[in-house]
């Protein structure tokens, strides 16, 4: 089945302590991207990668990391987490930007006390 | 900056009935619009998409319309069913990035 498979589904953790979301896709894509989901603002971008070791800034990239090693996977890093990078967070992929439409993983709902 | 704005929340519709989103944009240069429905749980799902050169694109019981002039799109549902229940971003694609709107919540009476 084609899908992007992110881990964990839920996690609480505390302030400082470093922290790896993993994001994984099965269907060859290129384009791999994080997004973060607020109440009221939407999904909004944090990273983007156009291809293996292509990665660029989204709209809120401050306090985040991410890495592309392999075409399948992308993980996103958070070196010291605060309580306002508490947020639903959406992994995506595709075979590019344009009319392509975005396959999303199911999310991990982060908590940061 | 929400260069992609949904102003409604939320939408209640009968079930049979038409439901209507709507989607703003401010940024000319976007080239693909799209859809995409979210369930409680679960990951956005790709809906529908419309070119920017095109004014229409149906599929199905969905059809997206396009109006540059007036950086304004919409979904139409016809007809609505309690299935369709879920949120509905808009969103904007140009360059290498996707903007998305803030969502509404469609609700399908039976």
């Known amino acids: 089945e084609a899908q992007v498979t992110q881990n964990p589904r839920y996690l609480i953790t505390v302030t400082g302590k470093k922290l790896t979301v993993t994001c994984s896709q099965n269907m060859n894509h290129e384009y791999m991207s994080w997004y973060r989901q607020d109440p009221g603002l939407g999904l909004r971008q944090i990273y983007y990668?156009?291809?293996?070791?292509?990665?660029d800034k989204g709209d809120v990239p401050e306090g985040y990391k991410v890495s592309r090693k392999e075409k399948r996977n992308f993980p996103l890093i958070l070196e010291s987490p605060s309580p306002n990078q508490t947020s639903l967070y959406f992994c995506?992929?595709?075979f590019g930007t344009g009319g392509y439409g975005y396959t999303f993983g199911s999310g991990t709902r982060l908590t940061v006390v | 900056d929400q260069q992609v704005k949904q102003n409604s929340p939320s939408l209640s519709v009968q079930e049979g009935r038409i439901s209507i989103l709507n989607c703003d944009y401010t940024n000319s240069m976007f080239d693909y619009f799209l859809w995409y429905k979210k369930y409680p749980a679960e990951g956005p799902t790709f809906l529908i998409s419309?070119?920017?050169?095109?004014d229409k694109n149906e599929d199905g019981r969905f059809t997206v319309f396009l109006n540059k002039s007036a950086k304004h799109l919409s979904l139409h549902i016809v007809p609505s069913q309690p299935g369709d229940s879920a949120v509905y971003f808009c969103a904007a694609s140009g360059g290498n990035d996707m903007r998305f709107g803030a969502g509404t919540r469609l609700t399908v009476k039976p």
């Open positions: 990668s156009m291809n293996v070791e292509v990665t």
């Open positions: 419309i070119s920017s050169i095109k």
């Open positions: 995506a992929s595709s």
